[in-house]
């Protein structure tokens, strides 16, 4: 019974210890001025997004995100202008295709959908990108931490 | 070896409210190839730009990294301070740890972590960083303005007063454009065509305005700065420089049956025709598909009564290739075809006409000489009715999304020149909304609906048709809340307005990017409405988007003081974070070709020393000057030939590293 009983407070801090990894890749013309905009609107989300800047969505090579995972993210989420609204014309019609198929290769891996997410937020939408990145920690809270793919020299 | 700095930044409490200054500079210092850290309350200020420039001076720092606020703020002002103390610009990185850290966090151990984990982040990165250098570019002291209407010409002339040489490439035989169909211009109804050829006038006249009419550009290619086009000047079969413009020819011409284009159809002109009496230049043209000679090889007639000697039946369409520094699109609209509302009986019934059709039956050179007539019989009107929005502000996908802006004005104009000239003429009015948000517009309308007794109607028309010669019309009064039913004469049809079809030929050319009504996309809506996202190409007029002609000028006089700012440079800079190829691993496959938005990327064989294997290969080049940076190319290249500078894949797998550390 005790034993059992520090057992489970053991699980429950760790549950409360864990903080996710979320990396979220901002094209510099729109989402990452969302992001800067909900900054200066003071709209917070988790801490535990870490934003990279990229010149344009469709600069994110799926390597990247591969490599995220393999480094223990437990999430990666990529925002960019809105369709037709790409400072560059036509980056994210690359960014959507390209992505849908990582997206289901990754699935069929092992990394559940809702761990990537491809998200249109334009430098207008400072809520939005709160709201967006809200939205996304819960689900990756819900869905816990990443085990599948992960370098396991690192782990050692 | 690295010598990296860190600075952090307070920004007052903006940032030292939320995050612990000291825990960042203390983490700062223990990161690989840190050799110094410093936090400072305003790292921006003079003071804090200094601490960069003599840290920089005093430790030889490689690179640096300001913790701050976001990198579209301040990056510019560290880049140039860090180039101040001799420190390539572009080894400097910006972790934002403002807005994107704390002001969104309220926990400061949170907001703490986070900014240890950016800082960690952008060290990373700087020491993958390489030094870059702003190319240059050449600019080539001319301008090209697709487009000869009030837009193209207003531009032309202020691009030439400024002292740079224009062309104007028009497709029709004169320049003018639409402007100079119209009759009256609303609000302060003066002639359209009394102001506006002296502006033509002068559009020939000036030495630094080269017109090409009865041309279009076929091939764009190079970039801003130096852009190359072909143009192809159609055949006139009449000799541009040798045409007195005397018009016999059109007299004798037996071939009468072309619509006269520039009367919207309304009546017909002769195979040999100058469009209208003010054209610029006052040149005739032969219409091939009509002209006897040309199709059947008998008649000449035009060459028999030609004294200048002009006519030239074997003339062939010639090529200009000419480079120039900026393009200005000025491409204009059209009215959209009414017959796509059958309800209206537009294709069925004569005396159901647009409002351009209107303005060419008003105008005293039009085909009634300026007499209000029914198209059908030629007998005078008691009723006329008008109707709003044809097309404009519709869903259904008939006709258009917008409003085509004008409408409501020029509809007020015809109601009002009608009952001004015409007292016994009763004029209807049915519209959705007046929209005049005008100078004195609002006022105009009034004036038309009070003092011209104009009967506005609130509500559309569901059918027109005709019976027993007079038309009727079946509408609804919104405000009575009743069917109505009226009988009149004619019908005028406010037809929405759309791009000109050779829009979008043309903006694909250039790659500027349109929108789905194929309304050119400016680089900002708010800020930069005169300019393309593309670099070098300009917006005048209706091609970006409805407007009326005060609007239409100063937007071209807006892009051409665009347009002379990019001519009066020397050189231009162009951004360093470019793509570039490596040779070795390049296989010359195309795929970084096909996705380049910016046609930046070619191909050429080079003799490549491969581990000492010399081989001639493909290999693709970026043009640094065209290249904007956006990265497509890097992603798509199967042998990971192509990378990004200042966005490199060892950088941003750097970066992520180091966020999942
Ligand atoms: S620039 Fe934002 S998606 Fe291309």
Known sequence: MSVNDTVDTAVNAAAKEWKPKIVAFCCNWCSYAGADLAGSSRLSYPADVKIIRVPCSCRVNPMFILKAFERGADGVILCGCHPGDCHY????????????????????????????????????????????????????????????VGDLRCKQ | MHKIGVFVCWCGSNIAATVDIDRVVAEAKVQPGVVFAKDYQYMCSEAGQNIIKDAIKEYGLTGIVVCSCSPRMHEATF??????????????EIANIREHCSWIHKDKEEGTEKACVLMRAAVAKVTLNTPLKAGESKVVKRALVIGGGIAGIQTALDIADAGFPVDIVEKNATI???????????????????????????AKSNENIRLITYAEVEEVSGFVGSFKAKIRKKARYVKEDVCTGCGVCMSKCPSKKGLNEFNMGLNNRPAIYIPFAQAIPNVAVIDSTQCIKLNTGKCGLCEKVCTAKAIDYTQQDEFIEEEYGAIVMATGFRPIDASKFDEYSYSTCKDVVTSLELERIMNAAGPTGGVLLRPSDGKHPHSIVFIQCVGSRDVSGRGKPYCSKICCMYTAKHAMLIRDKYPDVEVHVFY???????????EFYRRAAEQYDVDYIKGQVGKVWEEDGHLVVRGVDLIANEQIILNTDMVVLATAIEPDPTARKVANMLTASIDTNDFITEAHPKLRP????????????????????????SQAGAAASKVIGLLCKD????????????????NGCSCCEKVCPYGAISYDTH????????????????????????GACTVVCPSGAMDLKGFSNKQIMAEVEAICL
């Not at chain 1, 990582?102 to 809702?114: A, K, P, Q, T």
């Not at chain 1, 996304?136 to 599948?148: C, D, M, Q, S, T």
């Not at chain 2, 581990?611 to 904007?628: F, W």
Request: charged fraction near 25%; glycine fraction near 8%; hydrophobic fraction near 35%.
């Open chain 2, 176 to 202: 003018g454009g639409r402007m100079a169909q119209l009759d009256k211009t609303f609000p302060t109804l003066d002639c359209s065509s009394c102001i506006l050829t002296p502006k033509m006038v002068e």
């Open chain 2, 79 to 92: 880049r140039k301070a860090a180039s101040q103390a001799g420190l390539n610009p572009f080894m400097v």
């Open chain 2, 432 to 442: 959705i909304d007046v929209r005049t948000p005008g100078k004195n517009f609002d």
């Open chain 1, 89 to 148: 014309s036509t980056g994210n019609y690359y960014t959507r295709r390209r992505m849908t198929l990582l997206f289901s290769m990754l699935d069929y891996i092992g990394v559940e959908r809702e761990r990537t997410r491809v998200e249109w937020v334009s430098a207008a939408e400072g809520a939005r990108f709160s709201k967006v990145m809200n939205d996304f920690v819960a689900k990756i809270h819900e869905l816990g931490e990443n085990v599948k």
């Open chain 2, 607 to 630: 003799l490549i020393n491969d581990h000492g294997v010399k081989e001639t290969r493909r290999v693709a080049l970026v043009n640094e000057a065209l290249c904007q940076g956006c």
């Open chain 2, 571 to 586: 050189k231009l800079t162009t951004n360093p974070c470019v793509a570039h190829s490596d040779e070795l691993l390049c």
């Open chain 2, 530 to 553: 005169v300019e393309s996202p593309t670099a070098g190409i300009f917006l005048s007029g209706v091609c970006q988007g409805p407007k009326d002609i005060p609007e239409t000028v």
